[in-house]
């Protein structure tokens, strides 16, 4: 008791009270109480019933305040997407998950208002000025049309990229982004020369790859740049299948098929997303080896993908969420890389159109399904 007894002589509490004492922490410079009534210790040293009741009282009021004020906020998150809510119900559990983490509780301080293009890039303004009169606290988007939809409506209200393919599109640095937006990147362009690596390996003495793009989303000229220089240097033709609207992906398979194109890239963006069944089928039907950019073109039926981790990429904005609705300026936060990738091979699909895959690419595989 004596360490205690000391902390409450008169002489050391009187002037300005420099030194108190908290549970577990030992003395402190600034006193403890200085936002609750001090007790005047000159005199008589308090007795330590009473010193425990006040300090105890103290030590609870600040964390029950805090959780009132987190909770008694209702923050409201606009998501601004490609595909369905039921079509994207991975990547949003996972961030939803990302923001439980951080103590947050869908119904209690966080609503999603949803807003899916659904396949049709051209909804996205009208999508994004809808988010803005709703008055949300923060976008989240994902792709390019997205992010310069909302762009275009706002430059105040924060943007929070959950996946962006070439970010320095919408932003002067990844380091310093400025303004109203932040995220992460998707890294799309930077892989496209490992996607063509890939297929080509897949198809022996491949002489033609084709990229299966929608050249209205500005994302995609710069992975046809990516898919050209990689294919000269093997050696192999490269050839565009330009995809604008659902009506033009049969008959880009039948171009491709007429030219016997030996494999395919499939671009990501709402049109490809949106019909990645259909993309699927049609490359069975033609039996077109074809890789993709995520896995949720694999559970479509796809061939084989390889790309970010989007389920990471989607956990991982809900910090950002987090920084911002704390104070933090989109402009200040850092954009960041994926940190997470994912081979996936349907061993199904290749059987069904006769393509053998082979021992090492199978183990370097994360996920086969058969």
Known sequence: MTAFSHSLDPERTSASLKTCFRPHTGPLEVCYFERVRCPDLSGEAMRRREFITLLGGAAMAWPLAATAQQVGRLHRIGVLETTSADQNADNMDALRLGMKVLGYIEGQNFVVEYRSANGRGERFPELASDLV????????????????????????????????????????????????????????????????EILDGLVPRAGRIAGLYNMGNPLFPPQWNELQRAAQIRGVQSQLLDVRTSSDIASAFDAASREHTDGVIVGIDVLTQANGKLIAELALKYRIPTIYASKEFIEAGGLISYGPNYPDLYRRAASYIDKIFKGEKPGDLPIEQPVKFELIVNLKTAKAIGLEISPTLLARADEVIE
């Open 133 to 196: 009169h709703l008055k949300v606290d923060v976008i989240v988007t994902r792709g390019t049309p997205a992010v310069l939809a909302a762009k275009n409506v706002t430059t105040s209200l924060p943007i929070v990229m959950a996946a962006m393919g070439e970010p320095l599109m919408v932003v002067p640095s990844l380091a310093h982004p400025g303004g109203n937006i932040t995220g992460l990147s998707g890294f799309s362009t930077d892989l496209e020369a490992k996607r063509f």
